[in-house]
């Protein structure tokens, strides 16, 4: 089934813990040490635009490209209150459009392992390149293959709260590298009547040469890796990693 239809609409309320001031602070820190301090900035698989209005907020004029009309319903809903001046667009990453070129694109909550095919994942390089300024910056991050391999294969989390419940299965390929994760939900929605649905997403472990080299097939230059939320290298055990690479001469 498709994924973020359902889930959409408790997406937030599960992903309360994340911690969005501190991971803003830290790509905006990147942004800026890369010279990026102002200007427009595409946030690519921006979901309910939770980081698409902190970015908004630090001063970028920004634009939130998200497959699922769902999310980006509830993306806007935030843009009406909050009254930024963000632009949301429904577009698939593979097939993107934008009217113009920006300053950087930023990619998080590993929307990048959504793109199963190495082929496809060059093609979404390909359009980012196009679309960076000259000289412009691309940062995204990955879950890692260990972070796959060695904390999700073959779990369970379940999580239990008033409004709603989910179970969350995974199930690790390692020879395909691919995670799939069947979730099954339980809203409320009438008293104390709760609808259960069910999602399946997947999601591809690359390494980060493999990362490297689909930025460098894309006409785009490598700059740095990182271990999540650190300046440090990745290492074996990283779990998530943060990647920078910038448009190279179109």
Same mark, same amino acid.
């Given at each position: 089934m498709d994924a973020?239809?359902?889930?959409?609409?408790?997406?937030?309320?599960?992903? %309360?813990? #994340?911690?969005? *001031?501190?991971?803003?602070?830290?790509?905006?820190?990147?942004?800026k040490e890369y010279g990026v301090e102002d200007g427009i900035l595409l946030d690519l698989g921006c979901g309910t635009g939770s980081l698409t209005e902190l970015l908004a907020q630090e001063g970028y004029d920004m634009i939130g490209v998200d497959f699922s009309e769902d999310m980006l319903q509830i993306a806007m809903e935030k843009r009406e209150e909050s009254g930024l001046p963000i632009l949301y667009l429904l577009q698939d990453m593979r097939e993107f459009e934008l009217y113009g070129t920006v300053r950087a694109v930023v990619s998080i909550c590993d929307s990048m392992n959504y793109i199963l095919d190495y082929g496809e994942l060059v093609q979404v390089f390909s359009l980012v390149n196009n679309y960076l300024d000259r000289g412009g910056i691309f940062i995204f991050n990955l879950n890692t293959e260990y972070k796959y391999r060695e904390i999700l294969a073959q779990s369970t989390i379940a999580e239990d709260r008033e409004e709603s419940s989910f179970i969350w299965d995974n199930d690790y390929d390692e020879? +395909? $590298? #691919?995670?799939?994760? %069947?979730?099954?939900?339980?809203?409320?929605?009438? *008293?104390?009547?709760? $609808?259960?649905? $069910? +999602?399946?997403?997947?999601? $591809?472990?690359?390494?980060?040469?493999?990362?490297?080299?689909?930025?460098?097939?894309? *006409?785009?230059?490598?700059v740095a890796a990182y271990d999540a939320f650190t300046r440090e290298a990745p290492g074996e055990t990283s779990e998530r990693i943060y990647i920078i690479v910038r448009e190279h001469g179109k």
């Open positions: 973020y239809t359902s889930f959409a609409s408790v997406y937030d309320m599960f992903m %309360d813990n #994340i911690p969005y *001031g501190e991971w803003c602070a830290y790509l905006t820190s990147l942004l020879t +395909e $590298r #691919i995670n799939e994760y %069947d979730l099954t939900l339980f809203i409320k929605e009438d *008293g104390d009547l709760y $609808r259960k649905y $069910r +999602e399946t997403h997947f999601q $591809r472990a690359y390494t980060l040469d493999e990362a490297a080299a689909a930025a460098k097939e894309a *006409g785009m230059e490598f």
